[in-house]
């Protein structure tokens, strides 16, 4: 026998079986929860249940951690005008400031929603995997999304960058700053906000996403002012209470 060729044989083999598990990986992104540790738990194809309280975002900066609001049913029209007006229209109290926590419920026009933390596999959230996987519409409907991000210090000249399918409006604490319209596919980077600042501490980012028909999904990452993605952040799901001041000497 060749020891050589015999090496090389093995070599082949396990290439193969390199390339197998990352096709099969790739089909079946849940192959991937042992790295998610004992905690996680799979709620659809490419969502999970947070297994810890805060998140770095991914290698290419992209926020996985999010609160969803069960879909709203609309006429899911995605002009300019109609998407302004479908995310204005007042559908619970403080729905630009409340801060909402994993399994809060609400009813907008006589349908019970309840509000959900997820974590995606991927650089995209698939909000028809989580419709579906709650049973509940995916076409003609508004999805209210809320994530924290924990800044280390101040950092200005930041921009918000997303991509949606299809159209949405986002927030960041309470100001707005990009609106993208029309039926369109999800796209890195599809809309850039203008420089703006993330505080010391945690940071509200909303978005407002209206579905006409069909897949429907969002990424989100921070750009730093030379366009380079930001890692040096954290991604929650609660703003952490002050501690009382001290009381007067």
């Known amino acids: 026998m060749d020891p050589e060729g015999a090496v090389s044989g093995g070599r082949r083999r396990l290439l193969a079986a390199l390339v197998i598990a990352s096709v099969l990986t790739g089909l079946f992104p849940a192959a991937n929860l042992f790295a998610q540790g004992a905690a996680a738990r799979q709620i659809a194809p490419t969502l999970l249940r947070p297994a810890s309280a805060t998140k770095a975002p991914n290698a290419d900066g992209f926020l996985q951690r999010w609160l969803i ?5 609309l006429n899911g029209q995605l002009t300019d005008s109609a998407v302004q007006m479908a995310v204005k229209a007042e559908y619970f109290p403080n729905q630009f400031t409340a801060l909402p926590r994993d399994g809060d419920a609400l009813t907008v026009a006589d349908t019970a929603l309840t509000w959900r933390s997820v974590e995606t596999v991927n650089y995209n959230v698939n909000l028809y995997h989580f419709a579906y996987a709650h049973k509940r519409p995916t076409s003609n409907v508004l999805f209210w999304v809320v994530t924290v991000v924990n800044a280390p210090h101040d950092m200005p000249d930041v921009r918000l960058a997303i ?31 203008k420089r703006l600042t993330l505080k010391k501490g945690a940071n509200v980012i909303r978005g407002a996403i209206v579905n006409g028909g069909g897949a429907t999904d969002f990424c989100a990452r921070i750009l730093a002012g030379d366009d380079r993605p930001i890692r040096d952040i954290t991604v929650g799901l609660s703003v952490p209470e002050r501690a009382p001041a001290s009381p007067a000497q």
């Open 69 to 73: 609001l069960d879909p709203i049913r």
């Open 163 to 193: 991509g949606s399918n299809a159209a949405s409006v986002w927030w960041v604490n309470g100001q707005e700053v990009i609106g993208i319209y029309n039926d369109r596919q999800t796209v890195i980077d599809d809309g850039v906000s």
